[in-house]
């Protein structure tokens, strides 16, 4: 029997990202994918910014920049219709003058994303994925768990055993169903047809790229053009009426409603492949079973209405990965693991609110269209402004869990298009410029394998507590003094500012980069309260 510390079902964005991070950790993972090939839809569209930080930080990010498509084009463009008069473009800001990482948001389809993964995956031995395998069953017990795996070529089946599992097996998961764990939320808000094909429109979208048409004519509701990568590649959105069903969407079918959509009778269309979709806006009550985790859409759907799917799944993993590492790795108390869902279900839940208060946005233009309403189409295109602009929900969400020392005044409001930079305990510590052996770096640089004490240029006493404690630690913890005569020099002297810490100040930062904790002043007793800080994970 074939003995992995984690096997990983599901070889989307999200298992895909989880056995990258584990690999980082030196934790080895076996990746199943039932089909026989990674995905060859564009599917999700856009990679937010703190999904790149990560990718940036997994490595040969430029693999994944070479697909992006061009700040200039990341627009929603609302018209008559393609050949009619525009009547508004939906805009993503601060596009250009990103300060808060050292990277910005990306628009980049889900193959493109997929490829990137698997290349980046190659350079490490401690991952293996499996195309055309497809998990039976499962069963856990007191060492672990144990799968029964079939190959779809073969036909033969194989039994591994692993001691953790994680079901990335997207919004249908099996996993979740054979667990009878229930999903909060409503499950069909909308069906829709993705058609992805090739053809030449150049003449009417070379003037005004965008990543997404829209169109006002009531003739034409309920169906979007998006682009994809690649020359003259689209997908074309059709709603499905309550009436349809998936056969009535034949290729003789969709080719002609294309062309009408279109208004191009004769345009020469390759339909490449179709995808069926159910938009939903649910969450899993519980993400964990014993060792057993959900991730991802198998633990969350989110309308695609924003853009924040596939990028709360790579955060879910992210969050996880680290904990799975500590545990297998430094042998801490598997309790840190309950704190995945403590964590990552209310990010959840925020981000299902406001992907579905931006679906209802559409519907309510649908609506107007429809009944010829054009005051009230008016105000909801304007407001279309906030679906691309996700700022704050992407950077500003705080962790609330027993991996976290939250503080007892803490309190912070978060506006979800704007981004304000905190070491509140639970936040992602903030990007700071920095110079390292002459290099100039970024503060999230610091963090992933190790828990990092950040100190000021008066906080020498908590470097000796750190040290004092290295004997008796079971968590690595890697300090660094930013000052003039630091390990870490700050040359435009803003880190205290951000950090919001004084020169004798420290702020503990998490393998994830999130804050576990932080004191603005020196106390009495540093080697007391780090230990008690430290020896809480």
């Known amino acids: 029997m074939k003995d992995i510390p984690v096997l990983i079902v599901g070889g989307g964005p999200v298992g895909l990202s ?87 948001a990306s628009f980049v389809t889900q193959d493109c994303v997929e490829e990137y993964l698997h290349y980046t995956l190659r350079d490490h031995h401690q991952a293996e994925i499996q195309f055309s395998k497809e998990m039976i069953s499962f069963e856990e017990n007191d060492t672990g768990v144990t799968v029964k795996l079939l190959d779809r070529k073969t036909k033969k089946e194989e039994v591994v055993h692993t001691q953790y599992l994680i079901a990335a097996d997207g919004a249908h998961s099996s996993i979740r169903k054979q667990l009878k764990i229930e999903m909060e939320g409503p499950d069909n808000l909308a069906r829709s047809c993705s058609v992805y094909c090739e053809f030449d429109i150049s003449q009417w979208t070379k003037h005004r790229p965008s990543v997404g048409f829209f169109f006002t004519d009531p003739k034409l509701l309920g169906r979007s053009l998006f682009t994809a990568y690649g020359k003259n590649r689209w997908i074309v959105g059709m709603n499905l009426k309550p009436e349809n069903t998936k056969e009535d969407f034949t290729d003789e079918y969709c080719l002609n409603e294309i062309r009408r959509v279109l208004d191009m009778p004769n345009l020469e269309i390759k339909i490449i492949n179709k995808s069926f979709w159910t938009m939903a806006a649910q969450v899993a009550k519980q993400y964990r079973r014993g060792r057993i985790f959900l991730a991802g859409d198998a633990a969350h759907r989110l309308p695609p209405t924003g853009g924040l799917g596939m990028n709360t799944g790579v955060a879910d993993v992210h969050n996880l990965a680290w904990k799975l590492a500590f545990v297998l790795n430094h042998h801490i108390s598997d309790t840190l693991l309950d704190t995945y869902y403590d964590e990552r279900a209310p990010v959840a839940k925020r981000n299902i609110e406001w992907s579905t208060e931006n679906a209802k946005r559409f519907f309510d233009i649908f609506k107007a269209i429809q009944a010829g309403d054009h005051e009230t189409l008016k105000i909801k295109l304007h407001e279309q402004q906030k679906n691309l602009n996700y700022e704050g929900l992407d950077l500003g969400f705080i962790y609330h869990s027993n991996a976290v020392k939250s503080e007892n005044d803490q309190a912070l409001s978060m506006r979800p298009d704007k981004y304000i930079p905190t070491t509140l305990p639970g936040s992602r510590a903030p990007h700071v410029p920095l110079i390292k052996n002459g290099n100039t770096i970024s503060t999230l640089d610091l963090f992933e394998k190790n828990f990092v004490l950040l100190i000021g240029a008066a906080g020498e006493a908590w470097h000796t507590a750190i040290n004092e404690l290295s004997q008796t630690l ?19 002297n803003i880190w205290h500012d951000i950090y919001g810490i004084s020169e004798s100040g420290a702020v503990l930062v998490r393998p994830d980069g999130h804050v576990a904790w932080r004191s603005k002043l020196i106390v009495d007793n540093p080697k007391t309260e780090l230990e008690k800080c430290l020896n809480s994970f």
């Open 474 to 492: 079971t968590i690595p913890v890697s300090v660094y003094k930013i000052a003039t005569d630091g390990d870490l020099i700050d040359p435009d």
């Open 18 to 104: 989880m056995a990258l991070a584990l690999a980082r950790q030196n934790i080895h993972s076996l990746v199943i994918e039932r089909h026989p090939c990674r995905t060859e839809h564009p599917r999700a569209r856009g990679v937010s910014m703190r999904t790149m930080e990560l990718f940036r930080q997994w490595g040969n990010i430029d693999e994944l920049l070479k697909y992006e498509f061009p700040k200039e084009a990341i627009r929603f463009t609302w018209s008559e219709s393609l050949q009619g008069n525009e009547v508004t473009r939906v805009e993503m800001k601060g596009l250009e003058n990103y300060t808060h990482g050292p990277i910005g």
